[in-house]
């Protein structure tokens, strides 16, 4: 074999510490390489040239680059290698920069180091094969899980763009909380007025089939080839029939069901429809309420509906559907305030979250748009807002910022003062986070044209007094105690991940972090890719966040999910395990052990049982690799011997110094 | 009050007091990002000279001068509501204790008849092995040129029986006063080292 | 639950042999009338209190250490303390040595495993009695009268620390109160500091933190206040004359101990209760003694 030995010393960051001349002139002494070098960055357009052409000069038939982390740049050289017409696994990347030069400060070790890596680097690639991958077609179907705005936003591009769009949304109605708010900021538009119409969109797009009230149940596959069990959750009513019309809400008589919808504040009916705008806009009964299913009693919606549609025996369905990409858009929850016994841990219905103060002004919400108190349908004179309250709060595990409370409290102190001549309102805060585009100047407004009184410090307690409330706080500008004696409090409630999201990460085989938010590829690179091909992220399940970075980042799901979508076939990985069949005694322990169900039997023609690697499933993990007793199944370019071969020329190097 | 008005820096910056109110309590002062939490739950802020939130700001700051001499340290009664409420749980409880009694090896007590009445208590239990109040209280009024010092109560307290004329001395106050002498060595000690 | 003949080592603490003798004397019926077996630690000494930690927490915890290591000797594993300021001093004693400081048992040169464990008169009350016990036992009950439960400032506080009931809506005390038939209304103060040890030194501060304690409670409409704190009584009764002068006011609102309200309703003989010692008189609070229960088991059913 002819190896070449390309040694990059990356401007100072490599050669700083490194001495690359000298271990590219011992590379030359190792057996098979015939040419070896140094220069100044590999894998700009010149270095990469400077490889092709020693390829053809030298007639090489592999090559090691000594430079960073093949995270880095191994898709790079290998292209280059390919295009110089070697198959592109004939090409091995020492890492000499992050595991090497940007180490230590000492040369001498440094370059020694370096040369031991070079070193098994060369005697690997003496072990390699060329290997090929195989086209496997693309199911170029998008499955969009969440329907709030990010979803909404992901779905409408993708069908925009002729692809095929399934949604799977857990409630009732799509819209998420955005459809709960009234106004948003930083412009004051009416929520629903611009949401209603994408909500539309989707409704009646005929690339998008939407499965409300619904959840995913299993998902199996790998990227261009997903099937996904989707529970189509009993609504008791059959949504074909029902028109919306909503005569069922007028007559039912169980009126004390939880109003999920505006948080609580309200009771609603048995069977109801959440929202006028609802879409889709079909009733559903909450089993834990209607009569008929507690006691056998009423019926009435199913006597008077007039296009007979109410189904008391529906049970849960299953739906498969096959899709090539999924987009993860699951959204959030809010933090429960109740830890919070200072504040009276949820028992004081006059101190309500920032989520029930936009229902209270919102024209649909409980009272009508009027901000009243839940305790006793008096106007509030002197409404507290209180910031932070489950955000930046390491004794409760929450350390993190929640990045939109600053926003919504001041628009939500605009909108107070607006609705409600002459009322007082305070915000308790400890920092101002107001970054977007007019967002700094939106939070000035509330203070200087709104009158809003900011004082900058927390709040110790809350305690009734009488009907109202003290609010128990301090300015820390002025070094005094504030109390306000408060008809209404809003704790602005931090933003937490959404119930399940971390059994629906496992579903999908995508990580999170510590609080459930879901882990994209690169914090600041990759923000809608995760680790595993084809699933994407959009929206605050991928971290805090307010609408207009939740929409970009539908936006730029969709693009990659185009982008995926935009060749006919997919190659596959060649790095996967592969069975010798001859060796294989049919014990079944790869089977066993493969986390992904990629192994199979297969019979022979003499009746023998063997292992079967199926390539369009397996990850290349290895872990057959590590169990296989006569290690009869390998993971090609990774195989016992390869790694075998490095170590061995590592343990009998030279003794240095 | 040591007011604190225009700082250069890093000239008027005490590290090393830093260094000492962070080792002695245990607590990691830089994790206060100043919510103001602790003073707003704290029930003697109105007395205080600095509220306790900006104690723990003159500490970051190095003002060992302006803590040590403040008043809030010695009006501070230990009730626990900033540490109980802190959303960075630090002890601040524990950081004002730390500051009592640095003050008192300083000798920067701000507010002596409190330092006054705590030593008479402390001589008590050195000598009784317990805490004589009619002693004590006899002592304080004289030292502190307070005659008068609860003497409304005097009446009814005693009526009631409420307070013994002779101390109640225990058999082991020698092996009090040993804890004491051993507590003494133990100070000096460290001050020498 | 009860359980028969419980040994704990007890610790008195000075304020309860001196000023607030009345909460001894009412523990001590107590328990014995419960079959809880108190074992006075012998030869006890002063813990330090405020005055010793603020001069160094060290000479604190040794002297507090010292009483835990005679009650270790004593072989038992529980010590149980009326004042919640000496309970801290014992704990803190425990804390230096779990925290390893040498420095700590060089100082008490006393042989101490940091085995034991202190808890205060309300945690033994709450927990090792219960509500349902008293609800049981009681002959009296306090029907129609409002108490307010208060707690002050360290029984639950900080909450790693204290490891008893909830820091900021304690309800222990509310449990017990209600067990005996007392009305407890909702208390927003229940661990507002009363002003500690201010009382001889800056007694406005005194004034001003029970006055609003005090306020609050006549508010409420209540008969009583109840305190599991002997700092907390004082201020509070004692020197309720010195808070009306502060506030310009008469309050005239009966403070009693959690033990001589569960010491009257199970028919302790109230001279054994320290009632008598009481400044404020609470006479009214308990004229009505002549009330016995029609039916223990209508009581139970209850």
Known sequence: ?657 | MTLVNGLRMPRDCDDNFIHQVETESRQQISKCYQCGNCSASCAYTYVYDYPVNQIMRLIQLGQKEAVLRSRSIWLCADCQACTTRCPCNIDIARVMETLRFLSVEEDTVSIKNIQLFYDEFINSVKIFGRVFETGLLAKYNLKAKKPFTDIDLAPKVLKKGKLPIIPHRIRGRKQVSDIFKRFEDYRNKKNID | MSQTAKRIAYYPGCSVTGTTVEFDQSTRALCTALGIELEEIPDWNCCGSTPAHSYDPLLGAALAGRNLALAEEMGLDIVMTPCPSCLKALKEAIRKYEEKQQSFLDILQMPFSGQIRAISVLQMLYEDIGPKTIREKIRYRLTNKVIIPYYGCLLSRPPEFARFDDPENPISMDKLLQAMGASVPEFPYKTECCGAAYGVTQNHIVGKMTGRILDMARRLGAAAVAVACPLCQQNLDLRQSQVNRYWHTTFQMPVVYITQLLGFTLGIDPKKLGLDKLFVSADDLFKEKSEPLENQTQLKSA
């Open chain 1, 1 to 657: 074999m002819r190896i070449g030995v390309f040694i990059c010393k990356c401007g100072t960051n490599i050669a700083a510490t490194v001495d690359t001349e000298a271990v590219a002139r011992k590379a030359l002494e190792y057996p098979d390489v015939v040419y070896a070098t140094d220069y100044m960055y590999t894998c700009s357009e010149p270095g990469q040239q400077e490889i092709q052409q020693a390829i053809e000069e030298y007639d090489l038939q592999g090559v090691v680059v000594a430079a960073c982390s093949p995270r880095m740049h191994e898709v790079t050289f290998r292209r280059a290698v390919e295009k110089a017409g070697l198959n592109r696994y004939m090409f091995e990347q020492a890492n000499i920069r992050e595991h090497c030069s940007w180490i230590s400060k000492d040369t001498e070790a440094n370059t020694r180091k370096a040369i031991d890596l070079v070193r098994m680097s060369v005697e690997k690639l003496r072990f390699n094969e060329p290997l090929f991958s195989s086209q496997v077609p693309i199911n170029k179907r998008v499955l969009v899980i969440g329907g709030g705005i990010s979803g909404i936003q992901a779905a409408l591009d993708c069908a925009e763009g002729g692809l095929d769009v399934v949604m799977v949304e857990r409630e009732s109605t799509i819209g998420g909380k955005m459809a709960k708010l009234d106004k948003t900021f930083p412009t004051i538009d009416c929520s629903s007025c611009i949401l209603g119409p994408k909500m539309v969109d989707v409704a009646q797009n005929e690339n998008i089939r939407l499965y409300a009230y619904s959840e995913i149940e299993s998902v199996s596959g790998y990227m261009g080839n997903f099937k996904v069990g989707i529970r189509k959750k009993a609504t008791y009513v059959d949504w074909d029939a029902c028109t919306g019309c909503g005569l069922c809400m007028e007559k039912c008589p169980a009126k004390k069901s939880f109003d999920g919808f505006n948080e609580g504040l309200d009771t609603t009916t048995a069977i109801n429809i959440p929202f006028p705008q609802a879409i889709p806009k079909r009733a559903r009964i909450d089993p834990k309420y209607c009569w008929y299913m507690i006691k056998e009693k009423c019926r009435i919606c199913q006597k008077i509906c007039p296009v007979d549609a109410i189904r008391f025996d529906m049970k849960h369905e299953t739906v498969v559907e096959e899709v090539g990409a999924i987009i993860v858009a699951t959204g959030f929850d809010l933090v429960d305030h109740s830890v919070y016994g200072e504040y009276g841990a949820g028992q004081y219905p006059d101190v309500i979250t920032g989520m029930q103060f936009e229902r209270l002004v919102n024209a649909s919400g409980p009272y009508g748009g009027h901000i009243l108190r839940p305790s006793d349908g008096k106007e509030p004179k002197n409404i507290v807002f209180i910031a932070c309250v489950g955000s930046r709060d390491p004794s409760i595990g929450r350390p993190y910022c929640s990045g939109i409370c600053c926003m919504y409290i001041a628009k939500q102190a605009i909108l107070a003062r607006d609705h409600i001549q002459d009322c007082n309102c305070y915000v308790f805060y400890i920092d101002i986070r107001a970054p977007g585009k007019n967002y700094e100047e939106f939070v000035r407004r509330a203070q200087e044209d709104y009158g809003v009184q900011y004082i900058r410090g927390r709040v110790g307690k809350i305690y009734p007094e009488g009907e109202r409330l003290v609010v128990q706080g301090m300015d820390t500008l002025l070094g005094t105690q504030v109390e306000v004696d408060a008809d209404l409090v809003v704790l602005a409630t931090g933003v937490a991940a959404s119930a399940g999201a971390k059994d629906l990460a496992e579903k999908l085989r995508i990580s999170y972090d510590e609080y459930g938010f879901y882990m994209e590829s690169h914090p600041k690179l990759r923000p809608v890719e995760t680790n595993t091909a084809g699933v994407f992220l959009a929206g605050v399940c991928q971290g805090p966040k307010d609408i207009p970075a939740s929409v970009a980042q539908g936006s730029a799901a969709a693009a990659k999910t185009q982008a995926l979508f935009s060749r006919d076939t997919i190659e596959t990985d060649p790095q996967i395990a592969s069975v010798n069949e001859r060796m294989c005694i049919g014990c079944g322990k790869c089977i066993d052990v493969c986390p992904f169900g990629s192994i199979q039997w297969k019979t022979l023609r003499d009746g023998s049982q063997k292992a079967e690697v199926l390539d369009t499933v397996c990850q290349g993990c290895g872990l057959c690799n590590a169990t296989c007793p006569p290690k009869a199944i390998q993971l090609q370019h990774c195989t016992d011997d390869q790694i075998l071969a490095e170590i061995d020329v590592l343990c009998a190097g030279e003794r240095h110094g």
